[in-house]
């Protein structure tokens, strides 16, 4: 199992970009697929973003195409996402996670071995 820590969420305007990172532990980093959900409140945890072990390829949920941006430093054992042209409905606890294994699509929670706390992201209008 991997060990999971996200930081960089805050608060932001509208128009505004923060960008996520996800420190990884436990697992060779380099092995292993990284999704991003979020939970808004009163919502279900969806998907966001993911990525392949490699980086050879990535997955985005259709309200964060073109304005979102997954990547992966395996160096670093760090997974990021770039979140430009932020809305307030971006606004959310962001979460990243593991299957720990193959990466199905679609992507789903209970796909996932491992999960971090959560970063809170609030995007004011």
């Known amino acids: 199992q991997v060990q999971l820590v996200e930081s960089g969420g805050g608060l932001v305007q509208a128009g505004g970009s923060l960008r996520l990172s996800c420190a990884a532990s436990?697992?060779?980093?380099?092995?292993?697929?990284m999704v991003w959900f979020r939970q808004a409140p009163g919502k279900e945890r969806e998907f966001v973003a993911a990525?392949?072990?490699?980086?050879?390829?990535?997955y985005y949920a259709d309200s964060v195409k073109g304005r979102f941006t997954i990547s992966r430093d395996n160096a670093k054992n760090t997974m990021y996402l770039q979140m430009n042209s932020l809305k307030p409905e971006d606004t959310a606890v962001y979460y990243c996670?593991?299957?720990?294994?193959?990466?199905?699509?679609?992507?789903?929670?209970?796909?996932?071995?491992?999960w971090g706390q959560g970063t809170q992201v609030t995007v004011s209008s």
């Open positions: 436990g697992r060779t980093f380099s092995r292993i697929n």
């Open positions: 996670a593991s299957p720990g294994g193959t990466l199905v699509i679609p992507v789903s929670p209970p796909r996932m071995g491992s």
């Open positions: 990525i392949t072990w490699s980086g050879g390829r990535t």
